[in-house]
């Protein structure tokens, strides 16, 4: 066989490997896996191929098709290699197993939002990728993995540019000036998108002269007017790295509750009814669940979906353990004060009255109406 055909083999082979190591990879690794294909008659570090190999691998560095680790290396230590993905952007290693999980995944993403245009290069990537797999397998895989849409779920329409827009600028930590639900234009360093409860909100720096500060906004109700080439140092972007709404005025504080039974969670050991619970206990007719409330309408009004047989006062015993568990770090002004938890859960359940009879006005008015 001609060296030029051999050659180009070599360099088709060792592209190959390297994208599926992902990593770099030591010159020995390289001469025995070609070894093991039969591409090379040796192993040995000291034979004439590992010169060929070494010369090789120098010419796909040239050409920028891999890259060395250490380009000052001397001596007796191998180098090692990986792919320049840059140079290769549309050459990539993937497993069938690895495309059936990533499919799997796009499955759970809600069908509002899959058609988003911020996620068309993704559902095009595996549009493109997913080719090689059986057309069968690809069908079961979107008739078996479902997202179910919640009865309560909301969606509020939105500008699809102004996603695209507000998208950029978080990508490109650029400025945009804008004007919000028909207010005067000001500026804004877009940090973060995030779903609350179905509905898309921007977590953002507001500039107001001299001074910046976290605001959030409905992405439904943002208008941009421009995009600026102002950029954001990233002491603000790690400032508010775990900070959504910021609502100065959701403090959280400790709780427990009572809840009913339910058939399903049977076959859980310890099933999360809430997201912010950090205790469950099955008892003879009830569970146990200890959790971080919030201050506020917004966990108020969510609390009042789950079927709760008794709302349990702060203790000494769940301070314990919020201690032991370490919440603080998570949430970071929770306070271990019985006095100020039992504070806030007073105030909590002050807001909670008055959603009950909210609710016991509208039964109320259906009574009267002999319904």
């Not at 190959?16 to 990593?23: V, W």
């Not at 007073?346 to 009255?353: C, M, Q, Y």
């Amino acid at each position: 066989m001609r060296w030029e055909v051999i050659r180009f083999k070599l360099a088709v082979e060792i592209l190959n490997f390297l994208l599926q190591k992902g990593d770099f990879v030591s010159t020995p690794e390289i001469q025995k896996h070609l070894f093991s294909l039969g591409l090379l008659e040796s192993v040995s570090p000291a034979g004439k191929d590992r010169r060929k190999l070494n010369r090789l691998l120098s010419f796909l560095e040239s050409t920028g098709y891999i890259e060395s680790e250490r380009a000052d290396l001397r001596g007796r230590k191998p180098q090692r290699w990986r792919v320049n993905e840059k140079a290769l952007p549309y050459l990539v290693s993937i497993s069938d197993e690895e495309m059936v999980s990533l499919l799997t995944f796009a499955t759970f993403v809600p069908e509002t939002y899959r058609n988003l245009p911020i996620f068309s290069p993704f559902l095009e990537l595996l549009c493109r990728l997913s080719k090689r797999l059986d057309g069968s397998k690809k069908e079961l895989i979107e008739d078996s993995f479902v997202y179910e849409t919640q009865f309560l779920e909301k969606f509020v329409s939105f500008d699809q540019e102004v996603l695209i827009q507000v998208h950029r600028a978080i990508i490109e930590n650029r400025a945009l000036r804008v004007k919000y639900k028909g207010s005067e234009v000001f500026k804004i360093f877009p940090l973060k998108i995030f779903v609350y409860n179905g509905v898309l909100y921007v977590g953002a720096l507001k500039e107001d002269k001299e001074d910046k500060s976290y605001r959030t906004y409905y992405l439904a109700g943002l208008k941009v007017l421009e995009e600026l080439n102002e950029t954001l140092s990233k002491f603000y972007r790690k400032q508010f790295r775990n900070i959504t709404f910021g609502m100065k005025d959701e403090e959280p504080f400790l709780f427990g509750m009572r809840v009913a039974l339910k058939g399903g969670m049977d076959y859980f050991s310890e099933p999360q009814v809430f997201s912010t619970q950090f205790f469950f206990k099955k008892e003879k007719e009830s569970y146990l669940i200890y959790l971080v409330g919030f201050l506020g309408s917004r966990f108020t009004s969510r609390f009042l979906v789950e079927e709760v047989l008794e709302i349990i006062p702060p203790s000494q015993d769940m301070i314990a353990m919020a201690k032991e568990r370490k919440l603080k770090e998570k949430y970071s002004n929770l306070s271990f004060s019985l006095e100020e938890n039992r504070k806030k859960f007073s105030l909590f359940v002050e807001e909670l009255r008055y959603f009950l009879k909210q609710r016991k006005r509208a039964l109320e008015k259906l009574e009267k109406e002999g319904i």
